[in-house]
């Protein structure tokens, strides 16, 4: 972000604190606030009567609420909550929307990032499509990688099935795969990435697309 312009919104930012299972954005709630996430990773969920199913994810590289707002409107019907916790600055939506309005370079970047929060669900509902269990599984864990320092991740079995969409059993054993091939190590509540890039060659081509669209928008901008 181009220095005038996050001089246009310092003043407005607050610093806190992101807590496990916390909701940042309700279904269909009216967006207050604006966070731009520090540490830790968000997921949006898709939710109806056969379950809930997480259909993006956003961590340091993302907001939560943008996409409403600057597309304009100012709600959604997807849930935003607290996957792993960390730390965001919080920006009142008006606050946000005065300093798009004055500057065109940050509307043209906010924009473009928009754009691959798209791009990522777009990508994760094909790779749920037609990929096995194994493969999204890899695909979801690199994401969550890419989003953290180090190498644990910390997440539990129930809530990965939940994320992924299916049973527990089926995470259970995909795990175990992924462990047995050396790519991750996993202790209750917590994984490890042991190799990358196995990882990466385990989730078939379903990593990578978004990720790049994202350094082409917006590292490369």
């Given at each position: 972000m181009p220095p005038e312009d996050f001089a246009r919104l310092r003043p407005h930012l607050e610093p806190v604190d992101l807590l496990t299972g916390?909701?940042?954005?309700?279904?269909?709630?009216?967006?207050?606030?604006?966070?731009?996430?520090?540490?830790?990773?968000?997921?949006?969920?898709?939710?109806?009567?056969?379950?809930?199913?997480?259909?993006?994810?956003?961590?340091?590289?993302?907001?939560?609420?943008?996409?409403?707002?600057?597309?304009?409107?100012?709600?959604?019907?997807?849930?935003?909550?607290?996957?792993?916790?960390?730390?965001?600055?919080?920006?009142?939506?008006?606050?946000?929307?005065?300093?798009?309005?004055?500057?065109?370079?940050?509307?043209?970047?906010?924009l473009r990032y928009v754009l691959t929060e798209m791009i990522q669900v777009r990508q994760t509902a094909f790779i749920n499509a037609t990929h096995e269990i194994e493969a999204r599984l890899a695909r979801w864990l690199l994401m969550c990688h890419d989003r953290v320092d180090g190498d644990e991740i910390l997440l539990k079995h129930d809530f990965l099935s939940m994320m992924l969409g299916v049973r527990r059993s089926g995470v259970t054993l995909a795990m175990q795969q992924l462990e047995g091939a050396g790519r991750i190590r996993a202790r209750r509540g917590r994984i490890t990435v042991v190799n990358r890039e196995l990882l990466e060659e385990m989730a078939d081509g379903g990593y990578g697309t978004p990720e790049a669209e994202y350094a082409r928008l917006i590292e490369g901008a």
């Amino acid at each position: 972000m181009p220095p005038e312009d996050f001089a246009r919104l310092r003043p407005h930012l607050e610093p806190v604190d992101l807590l496990t299972g916390q909701i940042l954005l309700a279904p269909n709630a009216r967006t207050e606030h604006i966070h731009f996430i520090e540490t830790g990773i968000a997921s949006i969920t898709a939710e109806g009567a056969n379950g809930r199913v997480e259909v993006g994810i956003m961590g340091r590289e993302g907001a939560v609420g943008i996409t409403p707002v600057l597309l304009g409107s100012d709600r959604i019907p997807h849930n935003h909550f607290i996957q792993m916790p960390g730390s965001a600055l919080q920006i009142r939506t008006d606050a946000l929307t005065a300093a798009v309005e004055e500057s065109p370079t940050l509307r043209k970047l906010l924009l473009r990032y928009v754009l691959t929060e798209m791009i990522q669900v777009r990508q994760t509902a094909f790779i749920n499509a037609t990929h096995e269990i194994e493969a999204r599984l890899a695909r979801w864990l690199l994401m969550c990688h890419d989003r953290v320092d180090g190498d644990e991740i910390l997440l539990k079995h129930d809530f990965l099935s939940m994320m992924l969409g299916v049973r527990r059993s089926g995470v259970t054993l995909a795990m175990q795969q992924l462990e047995g091939a050396g790519r991750i190590r996993a202790r209750r509540g917590r994984i490890t990435v042991v190799n990358r890039e196995l990882l990466e060659e385990m989730a078939d081509g379903g990593y990578g697309t978004p990720e790049a669209e994202y350094a082409r928008l917006i590292e490369g901008a």
